[in-house]
């Protein structure tokens, strides 16, 4: 299940539970939306109480990133699970968005309005 709140051109998504290939489409389709309307998007991606996602997500994560390689700005990342922040590393390799992990919410929100991180943080 998850939760997503857009403000101007922050997609803010927060994924708790089971992380389906619906809850996916429905970030997609939000994305795309800001993209029409904004140009670039930056988002804002929750995942620590996420239990789990599944092989389809993963997919149609690398198969959009690649899609949209150039419509995003900023994506920061909250988790602590390493296969998620493995994955990320991978995304890197077909996005041309700064994309970094977080552990904290509030210096994740600052970065994306376009605060500059302290050298420990990047």
């Not at 992380?19 to 998007?41: P, W």
Request: charged share 20%.
């Amino acid at each position: 299940m998850i939760s997503l709140n857009t403000k101007d051109n922050l997609i803010a998504v927060t994924v708790m539970g089971q992380f389906t290939l619906d809850d996916y489409r429905e970030i997609e389709k939000a994305v795309c939306y800001g993209i029409q309307f904004q140009g670039s998007v930056n988002l804002l991606f929750d995942l620590r109480d996420m239990l789990s996602y599944s092989i389809d997500v993963a997919w149609e994560e690398l198969k959009f990133s690649r899609e949209h390689k150039n419509d995003f700005g900023r994506i920061a990342i909250l988790t602590g699970d390493q296969w998620v922040a493995w994955s990320m590393w991978v995304n890197r390799m077909f996005m041309s968005a700064d994309i970094r992990l977080f552990d904290d919410l509030g210096l994740a929100q600052a970065w994306l309005a376009g605060g500059k991180l302290p050298a420990a943080a990047s």
